[in-house]
């Protein structure tokens, strides 16, 4: 059974950096698209990128284009959500999710998701 956990979150101050990843066990990582969501308080969760199995293409959602960039090393079962320039509207929980490669273009539907880690906390306050 696949099981996702994510880590690397944390407060932070407009304009700095931080880097989210997400290691999978159970099942292989190369067998999925994985695709990255965040929560903002009060707010519905929205899907801002996902990467194919063999990277060929990435998706970034146009509110974090330019600034965040997602990765993945299959051979480390790991994925990576490099952020830059942070700002204060990025605040929220952070999740990665498992989806069928074919559906990454589509990353925005929560319902091609077949498995959620827990999330990591991305405060961005002065």
């Known amino acids: 059974q696949l099981q996702l956990v994510e880590s690397g979150g944390g407060s932070v101050q407009p304009g700095e950096s931080l880097r989210l990843s997400c290691v999978a066990s159970g099942v292989s990582l190369h067998l999925f698209g994985i695709a990255w969501f965040r929560q903002a308080p009060g707010k519905e969760r929205e899907g801002i990128a996902c990467?194919?199995?063999?990277?060929?293409?990435?998706y970034h959602a146009d509110s974090v284009k330019g600034r965040f960039t997602m990765s993945r090393d299959n051979a480390k079962n790991t994925v990576y959500l490099q952020m830059n320039n942070l700002k204060p509207e990025d605040t929220g929980v952070y999740y990665c999710?498992?989806?069928?490669?074919?559906?990454?273009?589509?990353?925005?539907?929560?319902?091609?998701?077949?498995?959620w880690g827990k999330g990591t906390l991305v405060t961005v306050s002065s």
């Open positions: 999710a498992a989806l069928a490669d074919y559906y990454c273009s589509n990353y925005r539907v929560r319902t091609y998701m077949h498995d």
């Open positions: 990467s194919t199995v063999d990277s060929a293409n990435t």
